[in-house]
T-cell receptor, first 116, second 112 residues
């Protein structure tokens, strides 16, 4: 199993809603990532979890709240989002956190989020 | 700061070779990557090259690295319509955070 599975694939939410994005991998990877990607743009790193602990927060607004319940699961809780938060949210994982080693990132297919 | 640049669009005919170019600024980069993104999908790692290498070949893919000029290229031989996608060049940022710095992506259009 070399997949990173993300659910849902599409999500439409209002600015007052609370929703969660889910990501799952069963490759035994110990680093998991959230990226945000706008159309025709490169992915932007949001968060990195290393051994289930938050290791990087790229100054992401608090309306995005990550959670790593265990080594296979990664959630992104959304609350009071703005229309400009509409984007493709990608989850990725790597065997260990990318440091000096050439760790490969495996990406999920993403959740296409629309905030109305 | 760290920056990665790519041309935005490339159009080729099926069967031709495609060459996608990338320049980067961080001379301490150790690994450079090429990712492919098809419509509605996540990013797929195509290949990577270590900075002490000049060239890496993997089936139809050839990566060339000119470290002096900080120039990276991806050549796809015998380009097929299934190769149509956005191709992102990325370098591993300095330090041990492992953060990837992506280029803007090159849209490859393959005409039959």
């Amino acid at each position: 199993d070399t997949e990173v599975t993300q659910t849902p694939k599409h999500l439409v939410m209002g600015m007052t809603n609370k929703k969660s994005l889910k990501c799952e991998q069963h490759m035994g990877h110990r680093a998991m990532y959230w990226y945000k990607q706008k159309a025709k743009k490169p992915p932007e790193l949001m968060f990195v979890y290393s051994y289930e602990k938050l290791s990087i927060n790229e100054s992401v607004p608090s309306r995005f709240s990550p959670e790593c319940p265990n080594s296979s699961l990664l959630n992104l809780h959304l609350h009071a989002l703005q229309p400009e938060d509409s984007a493709l949210y990608l989850c990725a994982s790597s065997q260990v956190p990318q440091g000096r080693r050439r760790e490969k990132l495996f990406f999920g297919s993403g959740t296409q989020l629309s905030v109305l | 700061g760290e920056d990665v640049e790519q041309s935005l669009f490339l159009s080729v005919r099926e069967g031709d070779s495609s060459v996608i170019n990338c320049t980067y600024t961080d001379s301490s980069s150790t690994y450079l990557y090429w990712y492919k993104q098809e419509p509605g999908a996540g990013l797929q790692l195509l290949t990577y090259i270590f900075s002490n290498m000049d060239m890496k070949q993997d089936q139809r893919l050839t990566v060339l690295l000119n470290k002096k000029d900080k120039h990276l290229s991806l050549r796809i031989a015998d380009t097929q319509t299934g190769d149509s996608a956005i191709y992102f060049c990325a370098e591993k940022g300095s330090g041990n955070t492992g953060k990837l710095i992506f280029g803007q992506g090159t849209t490859l259009q393959v005409k039959p």
